[in-house]
Each structure stands twice: as C-alpha cells, then as structure tokens.
Nanobody
Framework: QVQLVESGGGLVQAGGSLRLSCAAS????????MGWFRQTPGKEREFVAA????????YYADSVKGRFTVSRDNPKNTVYLQMNSLKPEDTAVYYC????????????????????WGQGTQVTVSS
C-alpha cells in the first residue's frame, strides 16, 4: 500500500521560505519519479515541480522556476520542496504525488500521470 505524507506547510510572510517534506511508503522509492502539485479552491490541481527517479533531472512550472527547488533523499524515502521568495499567489494546498509504477519519466507535469497522492499541506503566504 502506497502512502504519501506531506508536512512543513504553514503561514509565512511574502518573501519568506518554507520547506515541504513528503515521506513516502513505496517499495523501491529510489526508482520512482516524484511530483509536487498545488491547488486552490475552485481551480484544477497545478503542476509545481518533479524530480526523476535518478535525480538527474528536475522540472519546474514557470511560475516557480528560480524560487523553488525539488530534491530527494532516497535512503529516507523522502522528497522535499524548498520554497524561497514566496509570494501571496503561492498560497495553496500542496500535494506530493507518485506515478503508478517506477521508472516513469514522461508526462510528469500532468496530474493524470500520477496515481498516488498525499493528503496535502496548506501553505499560506501573507502580503
């Protein structure tokens, strides 16, 4: 049974930083591409970042490029999202996600490519 548990959300002022963590209970986590998405009420889930199973490639939405960094610690089965220079428009519930099987490195920006989702963690950025 796959479980993803996000943590690290909270309230921060504009310009501040947060680091989100996603603890994954996945067999062979080290060979899974992992993604981060966010969602605000009334809107579709939006791609934020992804990191391939080899960590050799990372991908970002244009809106967060240069401010957010995705990384992973395979021995700890954890993926991180370091968020710097936060803006009020970054306010959302943030989710980590895993695809249905390992070693998938395509379609990472599409929510439909992921089968497993965490419960989400709220990030609120005040102006």
């Amino acid at each position: 049974q796959v479980q993803l548990v996000e943590s690290g959300g909270g309230l921060v002022q504009a310009g501040g930083s947060l680091r989100l963590s996603c603890a994954a209970s996945i067999y062979n986590f080290r060979i899974y591409t992992m993604g981060w998405f966010r969602q605000t009420p009334g809107k579709e889930r939006e791609f934020v970042a992804a990191i391939t199973w080899s960590s050799s490639n990372t991908y970002y939405a244009d809106s967060v490029k240069g401010r957010f960094t995705v990384s992973r610690d395979n021995p700890k089965n954890t993926v991180y999202l370091q968020m710097n220079s936060l803006k009020p428009e970054d306010t959302a519930v943030y989710y980590c996600a895993a695809p249905p099987r390992p070693q998938i490195n395509y379609g990472m920006a599409s929510a439909s490519s992921y089968d497993y989702w965490g419960q989400g963690t709220q990030v609120t950025v005040s102006s």
